[in-house]
């Protein structure tokens, strides 16, 4: 049977022992060494692989604690604004809990899995005529009314999960690497990051890399204009590094092609940043969710399909 993160990390967490555990065996996620792009960027390079986690990204990794904690308080309903996988996963852990969930998304502005996936997981999804940073809004209006328990990374039980995945990348590398480097969209896993490496007494510098165009990037996950955690950003250490959409794309690909790991676009933004030589040693770039959230930007991005007649020697041909 799968652990649990709350079981995992029990005495790190906000948890006791009437707190239920609402778990779909989050965590405890892949980390991958990458001999080639180590080769190609000079780094000693590490994937921590959160498209392993059970809905497809480590939003997983705080939602479990996020609503455990809900429902020892005796929520009903759970409520978030999303980029699209905070929606999947505080649909998919609010089934699992039997609470009712409600996703804000920006209209227009979510990868179509990442919508499909929560609707089929039961929340009743609202797209809201606005950004973001406007859902976000109305979202913390509501939760203030006391309705419905905000799920967003404001909740801090939610960052209180998001450490743990520093922790399993110390424990497994036997010591802390000599980087991180993640995305930064609202800055929620950066917070958490910067709490678990001083929980642990390190002093590792995080590279946080958020996309050029923060409004427009092709990187849906992180199109976030005003990242609500930014002062907390600011005052972790964390060196934010800006890297164009072109540059997440050839990171994105590399990923693939010369490591077999598919993930989303946002997802290679702390790539992006180690190939421009924004960190370097022993670097772990944290891959934040799974390339089949955003399919149709894998299909505009991949190399094309080819056609041919069931010839041997044409396929033969076509092949090389
Ligand atoms: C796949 C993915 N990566 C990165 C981020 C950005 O993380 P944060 O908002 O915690 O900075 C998000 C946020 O939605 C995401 O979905």
């Known amino acids: 049977m799968s652990l ?3 079981e995992r990390y029990r005495s790190l967490l906000p948890v006791g022992d009437a707190t239920p555990v609402v778990s779909l065996g989050e965590g405890s996620t892949p980390l991958l060494p990458a001999p080639r792009l180590s080769e190609r960027h000079g780094v ?3 994937l921590k692989w959160e498209g392993a986690n059970p809905t497809g990204s480590y939003k997983d990794r705080g939602m479990t604690v996020a609503v455990s904690k809900a429902v020892e308080e005796g929520a009903e309903a759970v409520i978030c604004a999303s980029t699209g996988n905070t929606a999947a996963s505080a649909a998919a852990y609010a089934a699992r809990a039997g609470l009712r969930a409600v996703v804000l998304v920006p209209e227009g502005a ?3 899995a990442k919508l499909a996936q929560t609707r089929m997981l039961g929340a009743r999804v609202l797209e809201v005529r606005g950004s973001f940073d406007e859902a976000l809004g109305a979202a913390r209006v509501l939760a203030e009314r006391g309705t419905h328990v905000l799920v967003n990374s404001l909740n801090p039980y939610r960052v209180a999960g998001q450490k743990t995945a520093v922790h399993e990348i110390v424990e497994e590398l036997g010591g802390a690497p000599d980087a991180f480097a993640i995305p930064y969209g609202g800055g929620g896993n950066t917070t958490a990051y910067a709490a678990a490496l001083a929980e642990l007494g390190l002093d590792t ?11 427009r990037t092709l990187a849906s996950a992180i199109r976030i204009a005003e990242p609500v955690h930014a002062p907390k950003v600011a005052s972790s250490g964390a060196r934010v590094v800006t890297v164009s959409d072109e540059e997440i794309v050839a990171a994105w690909r590399s990923l693939a092609e010369l490591e077999g790991v598919f993930c989303e676009p946002s997802s290679a933004a702390g790539l992006a940043a180690v190939a421009r030589g924004a960190a370097v040693g022993r670097v772990v770039v944290t891959l934040t969710g799974h390339g089949l959230k955003d399919v149709v930007a894998a299909d505009r991005h991949a190399p094309p399909v080819g056609t041919v007649d069931p010839d041997p020697d044409a396929i033969a041909e076509a092949a090389r």
């Open 4 to 6: 649990a993160l709350i």
């Open 110 to 112: 979510v990868a179509a």
């Open 205 to 215: 510098p995080i590279v946080s890399v958020e996309a050029a165009d923060r409004a």
């Open 44 to 46: 000693e390079l590490w």
